[in-house]
């Protein structure tokens, strides 16, 4: 196995650069996930242990599902909104699960983070830092933080060890999706130390009545269009739930590719889902949004976002149609669709 001493050089180089360092902010991406969080936390006792430096967590845009907000508040998660922070406070910044100018993380502009651990494919942009590991055949970030923390001997409580098992677990459908064998081994090794009771609460939260209503708001919006269903939202409440509803829309029966759209602030989202693993999501998103905004993923998992500032409701719709009849052609679906669900008769 490479991890024992690959993770130990990586140690060593992760010291070297935060060698004149006095502060660190560590930050997830946008609308964070378990794995963006689980692994922020994670590479903040990492880096305090080896850089012997403070170190924060910080999250810009909203934690949108449920489950996560009961993560962040049971398991007591230090993240902190990024517009509370002061930035002149810090000099050197690190970013995980998420690149420089992929457009889905609020790094401050012009900023090269001292650290970056992803793993999506790399960036160009990426490469300038003085610290970065990316690694595209790990399902989670979490894993990759799992061998840090190993190599680091970071004390690993209930909670930390919660939070990075359901990163695994939410990250790779339980091992299912895009799972290496680096995955496994972190998803066990944490699974030994889980908080049952908390991660039973993680995975069965309260459900806001908005979010029900979203429910139908994405079922009135959906049309399939032979192995790919398209999910037009209009406006959503919280920026989660375009991906929350494309990975429920790819289980449909039948249904392979999964496209959701939904207006949140001055932004369109969307989200990509496939069930055939060796498709790449990643590219058809980019294919797709083209130069009307930024985009990336996984094989299997894939997001991007389209800036609506100044745009009238009719040119949105227009761009939602351009976006969702590229998808459909890149995918060799037809343009022409059938409702999910037949619209209600007033009774
Ligand atoms: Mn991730």
């Not at 907000?69 to 922070?85: A, F, G, H, N, Q």
């Not at 993380?105 to 650290?115: A, H, K, M, R």
């Not at 009719?314 to 976006?323: F, I, P, Y």
Request: with cysteine; glycine share 6%; proline share 5%.
């Amino acid at each position: 196995m490479t991890t024992s001493s690959g993770a130990e050089r990586r140690l060593r180089q992760l010291a070297e650069v935060l060698e004149d360092k006095k502060r660190l902010l560590v930050l997830t991406h946008d609308n964070p996930d378990p794995d963006s969080i689980a692994s922020g936390w994670a590479l903040t006792k990492v880096v305090r242990k080896v850089g012997k430096l403070q170190a924060d967590l910080a999250y810009a845009g909203i934690i949108g599902r449920s489950e996560n907000r009961t993560l962040t508040r049971i398991l007591r998660v230090p993240l902190r909104p990024l517009d509370s922070i002061n930035l002149a406070d810090y000099d050197a910044f690190a970013l995980v699960d998420s690149q420089p100018q992929t457009g889905n993380n609020s790094l401050p502009e012009g900023v090269i983070p001292t650290i970056v651990v992803d793993h999506h494919p790399c960036r160009e942009e990426t490469k300038k830092s003085p610290f970065y590991d990316v690694r595209e055949d790990y399902g989670a970030a979490a894993s990759m933080l799992a061998e840090y923390v190993t190599a680091a001997e970071v004390k690993v409580d209930r909670r930390l060890a919660t939070a990075m098992f359901y990163a695994i677990k939410t990250e790779t459908l339980n091992l299912g999706r895009e799972a290496s064998r680096a995955d496994t081994r972190a998803f066990v090794k944490f699974f030994a130390l889980v908080d049952n009771e908390a991660l039973s609460q993680i995975e069965n939260p309260p459900i806001s009545r908005a979010y029900f209503r979203m429910v139908d708001q994405a079922i009135a919006g959906t049309h399939l269009h032979g192995d790919v269903a398209v999910t037009r939202f209009g406006d959503v409440n919280n920026p989660d739930m375009v991906a929350q509803f494309a990975d429920l829309m790819v289980r449909m029966e039948k249904v392979h590719w999964a496209l959701t759209m939904g207006r949140f602030e001055r932004d369109l989202l969307l989200s990509i889902r496939t069930n055939l693993p060796t498709a790449n999501a990643g590219r058809i998103i980019q294919q797709v949004v083209a130069e009307d905004g930024k985009a990336g993923g996984h094989g299997m998992m894939a997001g991007g976002k389209v800036p609506l500032e100044g745009m009238t409701p009719a040119r949105v719709r227009d761009m939602e149609t351009q976006l969702k009849n590229r998808a459909l052609d890149l995918l060799g679906a037809k343009r022409r669709g059938s409702r999910l669900v037949a619209p209600r008769k007033k009774n």
